[in-house]
């Protein structure tokens, strides 16, 4: 199978896709855009009901929901760029290592090879024939060590790519809840509308991030739309306080 078949099969057969590879971010950085614009459109309505006298313009709302979505957006997008940058800087500096001791220390880390092999339900000759393939090629056996000793995956070679994922996901679901504040103009029918809108749209997210965990498709969307629904709860009761 040549390499252009051997993609073919795993995007027809297995899913694969840009869109697959980056799911992660795409799910939890969607659900945290939600959750932290929608706590922002909670806590003003709370401090607007229930009989208070305060009067909260939508553009504030919408200024202070626009500000945190980008602001927060822009956090976590860096911060998944700095930790992945620092989880392949380790895996590189263990990759070398690792590399030299195949190089200076052949037999012992050949010995470990075929521990680990039968550890992993591999006769020994088995394990041994195994071994001494991974001999002739020193980089790959480098990486199956990374991977079944020191447990250490081969990270994402481009850190910037899943950060700016996680940010446009962010962003772009985040600013769901804020719709029905530039389309809208009645204040309680924004509030339903918004928590409509976010609801479904952490319903798919939660659907979605069943696929990751490959948990049942229901717990996981109840999970999501009850914590979201905890945490607008929350920013909801915080506003009250300040009517």
């Known amino acids: 199978m040549d390499r252009e078949a051997l993609q073919n099969h795993l995007k027809m057969e297995h899913g694969k896709s840009p869109l697959t590879d980056n799911l992660k971010e795409i ?9 932290t614009t929608f706590a922002v459109v909670a806590g003003f309505t709370g401090a607007m009901t229930m009989g208070s006298n305060m009067a909260i313009p939508t553009t504030v709302v919408l200024l202070f929901g626009l500000a945190n979505l980008f602001a927060d957006g822009f956090s976590m997008g860096v911060s998944d760029f ?3 940058r620092a989880e392949k800087k380790l895996f590189e500096k263990d990759h070398a ?14 010995d470990e090879s075929v521990d680990i092999l039968m550890d992993h ?17 020193p980089k790959f056996w480098a990486d199956f060590m990374m991977r079944y000793e020191l447990q250490q995956p081969r990270p994402d070679e481009k850190p910037s790519r899943g950060a700016l ?15 029905p504040y ?20 952490l319903a798919i997210l939660g659907f979605f991030r069943a696929r990751i965990t490959q948990e049942k498709a229901y717990i996981s969307i109840l999970e999501i739309v009850g914590l979201g629904s905890v945490a607008g709860g929350i920013a909801y ?3 009250t306080l300040f009517q």
């Open 27 to 35: 799910v939890y950085g969607g659900i945290d855009g939600i959750i």
């Open 121 to 137: 339900g591999f006769g020994e000759d088995d394990a041994r024939q195994l071994a001494d393939i991974y001999k002739k090629n």
């Open 165 to 179: 994922i996680t940010f446009l996901s962010f962003v772009t679901f985040g600013l769901i809840p804020l719709l």
């Open 237 to 239: 009761f915080v506003g």
């Open 97 to 110: 290592k690792e590399s030299y001791e195949i190089r200076t220390n052949e037999q012992y880390e050949y």
């Open 82 to 84: 700095l930790s992945s």
């Open 182 to 201: 530039i389309f809208g103009s009645n204040a309680f029918n924004q509030f339903v509308s918004a928590c409509f809108a976010g609801a479904v749209a």
